[in-house]
């Protein structure tokens, strides 16, 4: 007598859920991890403050004092994080950014302050445009009409990255997209001994709407747009063509910018590229998952462990996230 047909499947021998199966098997199997030195700590620093000031747009972020940048930057390499990348917001703009380039002007001291404290310890980053420091807010010089001038500015970039070395910056992160930005700053850097110090190019920043928080925390002059220099969301395959010209002219590491909403783009770039890869994940991502656990709407610990892991795993080799430290210390419980 023949068996009564059944519609349960016959069993396989390919099943993947037995690596599912525990959380050590889990473990065993994953593809990708994150690392605290692979997290780098973004830091904004207010001239004339006394104490940090809380920026409402990104619950849990402050602009510091320069004492306050101290203890942050001794946080952060108690963290064995990757590094600290430098902000500053001064209390005095004009055209051409001024402040960027004196010696005492905040973001030098506030580099001085944290390549002091970071020692050998952490790599002590500089964000390297004009933006914080002009009264209309775009990262460059304008001409009268108004449109930034490209190759003046360059000349404003190159003293920046001699101010920032001599601050103590071991990196200088060209944010500007200005073409031709890495090659004057490496030519710059190199004639007055700064080999050593290195250059991250932005290579793939995009004109994206997930940069607004961070507008709060640096009080952004900005009126209009910087649709003419930043890239137009819609592209992709630009990307590669900036990547491939910021490295032609020496970019040690390159940027991707926004992450989450770019991983397309940022797992390109790791594909191709031949200098390690950073993605920024930027202050839209930070205040999304932020106001979303506040709610009780998403589980934070989670969130933000994730965000991090799917940048990782598009590519990037370290990732910018305001994060950082807190996730590095859940990461050290995880790893003892």
């Known amino acids: 007598m023949s068996p009564e047909p059944t519609d349960a499947p016959t069993p396989g021998r390919v099943r993947p859920r037995r690596l ?97 404290e970071a020692g050998d310890a952490l790599v002590v980053q500089a964000d390297l445009c004009l933006d914080e420091f002009t009264d209309h807010g775009h990262c460059g010089v304008l001409t009268p009409d108004g449109r930034v001038d490209n190759d003046a500015t360059l000349v404003r970039y190159a003293d920046m990255a001699l101010a920032q070395a001599a601050a103590g910056a071991h990196l200088v992160g060209l944010s500007g997209m200005m073409d031709g930005q890495v090659a004057a700053v490496r030519d710059a850097l190199d004639a007055a001994g700064y080999d050593e110090v290195a250059v991250l190019a932005y290579a793939a920043k995009y004109a994206s709407a997930f940069y607004g928080p961070f507008r709060d925390a640096v009080e952004s002059q900005l009126e209009g747009d910087r649709r003419t220099y930043q890239m137009d969301p819609a592209n992709r395959r630009e990307a590669a063509r900036e990547v491939a010209i910021d490295i032609a002219e020496g970019a040690d590491v390159v940027m991707v910018k926004p992450a989450m909403a770019y991983l397309d783009v940022l797992a390109d770039v790791a594909a191709s590229s031949s200098v390690p890869v950073a993605a920024y994940a930027v202050s839209g991502e930070y205040a999304m998952i932020e106001s979303a656990a506040a709610a009780g709407w998403i589980e934070r610990e989670r969130a933000i462990r994730e965000s991090v892991l799917s940048i990782r795993r598009a590519g990037a080799d370290h990732v910018l996230t305001y994060h950082a430290t807190e996730l590095a210390g859940w990461l050290a419980e995880e790893y003892r």
């Open 20 to 116: 599912r199966s525990t959380e050590a098997m889990r473990r065993l199997v994953r593809e990708v991890d994150v690392h605290p030195r692979q997290l780098v700590l973004p830091v904004f620093v207010r001239e004339g403050l006394t104490e940090p000031r809380p920026i409402d747009s990104m619950p849990g972020v402050v602009q510091h004092t320069l004492d306050s940048l101290r203890g942050a930057v001794a946080q952060a390499a108690a963290a064995r994080l990757g590094g600290v990348m430098v902000f500053a917001v001064p209390e005095v703009r004009d055209a051409t950014g001024t402040q960027a380039t004196e010696p005492d002007g905040i973001l030098n001291r506030a580099l001085a302050v944290a390549a002091a």
